[in-house]
């Protein structure tokens, strides 16, 4: 497993707390996204990211009791959203330093599952969104390499 550099993994209070100083600085740019529109985003969590999520924070395998069952749930609540009439649909892609940086920055545990979608939404807000659903050639949203009409377009 790759060991890359991580903010919060240092447990250095001085980069965390620099890296809580930068999000308070985005926090601003923030606010004033949410003046405006932006995407409903539903949180995806790559491979790699949500095994380190599940082995730091065990309590919220029971949001995700697999990769391959959260990415099947991801596009059928899009699916879902989307055929009860919700538009502007996105899909934003985790990590776990940066859902540890808000954690933080809410003052509350990365273990609390409400915490996900604020997340999720504190993203899109941010402009991280990428819209769904793609054109069914292009490539699948969960960088399978696959094009979406292949992968989780099928039967779309
Ligand atoms: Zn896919």
């Keep these: 497993m790759c ?5 919060l993994g240092s447990e ?10 930068r999000l308070r600085a985005e926090l601003g740019a923030y606010r004033q996204a949410l003046s405006r529109p932006f995407p409903v985003a539903i949180l995806h969590w790559p491979a790699d990211e949500l095994d380190e999520l599940l082995a730091s924070y065990p309590s919220l395998s029971a949001e995700y009791p697999s990769h391959a069952a959260h990415l099947a749930t991801i596009e059928a609540s899009l ?3 989307s055929a009860s009439g919700t538009p502007n649909l996105g899909i934003v892609t985790g990590t776990v330093p940066s859902y540890e940086a808000f ?15 604020q997340y999720a939404t504190t993203l899109a ?32």
């Design 12 to 21: 250095n209070p001085a980069e965390l707390q620099a890296e809580i100083t």
């Design 103 to 117: 954690a933080a920055s809410e003052a509350t545990s990365p273990s609390d599952p409400t915490l996900l979608p």
């Design 125 to 156: 807000a941010r402009g991280r969104a990428v819209a769904w659903p793609p054109e069914r050639a292009a490539q699948c949203w969960c960088a399978s390499g696959k094009t979406y009409g292949a992968c989780h377009g099928a039967g779309a």
């Design 79 to 81: 699916r879902e959203l």
């Design 3 to 7: 060991k890359r550099e991580r903010t």
